[in-house]
């Protein structure tokens, strides 16, 4: 084998898939904490949220980045599975997985698949509206009626609670999908030393807090617009 | 004890193959599998019929060579064993045992639960070696220090006896568990550091050919293992690769 071509090889590609796991991982914190002022200062949560869809740092360097991440984690996660699929052409009769393995770490692809749907509706709900008003309609000014728009959108979608069970269900699957991809990532990425037990756990309070997290401003948005 | 055996019969590499039915009685608790499996066939030779084929050698857990998913498991229900060391009393009476080959498209089917592990012997000559003069001048390996701490880690991780009950476990049919048992026992050790670079490369590119699919770390190769290989030699072949692939050429 030639010196290069790491990325060609079954690890560099699991070294790939943690990369872009541990920067979508790194997003995801950045996004609970705008999304957590939503529920504590919609002002802030506003002038945060004006700052993020304007900035041409963010909008053209950072979200290019964030999306090519998850576009690549996603379509890397397809190419993996059919290459390991293939490697078992024939399956079992019987196979106890549950006696050696998680279910987590089982279902991957199962879990990953339903946060891919759910990213679908999430770019439906914000994005695509989000892009047209600012790039299409060519309204940079993120007012509505005099006042910042965003704390009111966002209020509106929450309004149905058909799309807030929808988002707790894909949270739970992202926390069950945390659960084991915290670990694996650094896993793959060759770090299994002195330092993984702290690490593996930092990840399980990282994989149940932050998707709580989400829910909880689910909650609290939809509450608020009960009593609105 | 009297029990349900559904066992894979193939009868060579071309056949479909399918699982059939057989009913054994009067099987002792005391029994290992294997004993089980040749009362079995020792009752299908005296009824003329073709006996189950299976691999099998030492019969004391050291040579790696029985192997059979058994119920769901490679080995059985039983941890830190080989099937031989697996006994009847892990089963009740009436029960129906499921017997399979270790599936994985790098190890073909030969007959019935005989499976082609050469995929492991291909891998282990693509690396696993030390290039050492046998002129009649080699060194005392004693004469080298090694810290015991590596020494221990390697010994560990060379106790891999190559059996593929973690290509069997795995959902992915993947043999990173025994390439990095190979990688590790070598790069750990100062006679082996020389060509770890190069080793590491060559065994992983050849783990590739063969067909085996990708660690997803689920952890079941290491909890099915019969010599409890962890898998933190995997994140150590990972490293040496990353390494080796990443290090400037002098």
């Known amino acids: 084998m030639s010196k290069s071509g790491l990325f060609k090889s079954s690890i560099g590609r699991k070294l790939a898939m943690a990369l872009s796991a541990l920067f979508l991982m790194i997003f995801l914190l950045q996004h609970l904490v705008i999304n957590l002022t939503a529920v504590i200062s919609p002002d802030t949560f506003n002038e945060l949220s004006h700052f993020m869809g304007t900035s041409p740092l963010v909008q053209f360097i950072a979200q290019p980045i964030l999306i090519f991440a998850v576009v690549f984690h996603f379509v890397m996660g397809f190419v993996l599975e059919l290459k390991n699929r293939s490697a078992r052409p024939v399956s079992y009769t019987k196979f106890n997985g549950a006696a050696n393995s998680t279910w987590m770490s089982r279902n991957m692809i199962l879990s990953g698949l339903v946060i891919l749907a759910f990213l679908v509706l999430h770019f439906i709900d914000f994005w695509i509206p989000e892009i047209n008003t600012k790039y299409i309609v060519g309204d940079m000014s993120g007012m509505h009626h005099g006042e910042y728009r965003y704390y009111p959108e966002l209020l509106a979608k929450f309004a149905s609670p058909i799309r807030v069970v929808a988002y707790i269900v894909a949270f739970v699957l992202l926390a069950l999908h945390l659960l084991h991809g915290f670990g694996s990532a650094f896993q793959s990425m060759g770090q299994n030393n002195k330092y993984i037990d702290g690490l593996k756990k930092f990840g399980v309070i990282y994989s149940i807090a932050v998707p709580l997290g989400f829910i909880i401003i689910a909650i609290v948005l939809y509450v608020t617009t009960l009593n609105s | 004890m009297n029990l349900t055996l559904k066992i894979w019969r193939q009868k060579n590499a071309n056949d479909k193959g399918k699982m059939v039915e057989y009913q054994i009685s009067d099987v002792s608790p005391d029994m290992s599998f294997l004993e089980m499996l040749d009362v079995l066939n020792e009752d299908l030779i005296s009824k003329d019929e073709e006996p189950v084929a299976f691999d099998h050698d030492c019969r004391e857990g ?175 072949m990972n490293r040496e690769l990353i390494k080796a692939k990443t290090a400037v050429k002098h």
């Open chain 2, 62 to 236: 050291i040579c790696g060579m029985c192997s059979l998913h058994i119920n769901g498991e490679p080995h059985g229900p039983d941890k830190g064993i080989t099937t031989c060391q697996l006994h009847m009393r892990k089963f009740n009476d009436g029960d129906t045992i499921y017997i399979e080959p270790f599936r994985a498209k790098a190890f073909p089917i030969i007959k019935d639960l005989v499976v082609d592990r050469g995929a492991f012997d291909r891998i282990q000559q693509s690396g696993a070696y030390v290039s050492v003069n046998t002129s009649g001048n080699t060194q005392d390996a004693n004469s080298i220090p090694v810290p015991k701490e590596d020494a221990d880690m390697a010994f560990d991780a060379a106790t891999c006896i190559g059996c593929g009950a973690c290509v069997a476990a795995c959902k992915n049919s993947s043999a990173m568990l025994f390439v990095s048992a190979k990688v590790s026992q070598y790069a750990l050790l100062p006679q082996g550091k020389v060509e770890a670079k190069q080793r590491v490369q060559d065994m992983v590119a050849q783990m590739d050919a063969e067909g085996f699919g990708n660690c997803s770390n689920t952890g079941a190769c290491e909890a099915e293992c019969p010599k409890g290989i962890s898998l933190e030699n995997i994140a150590r």
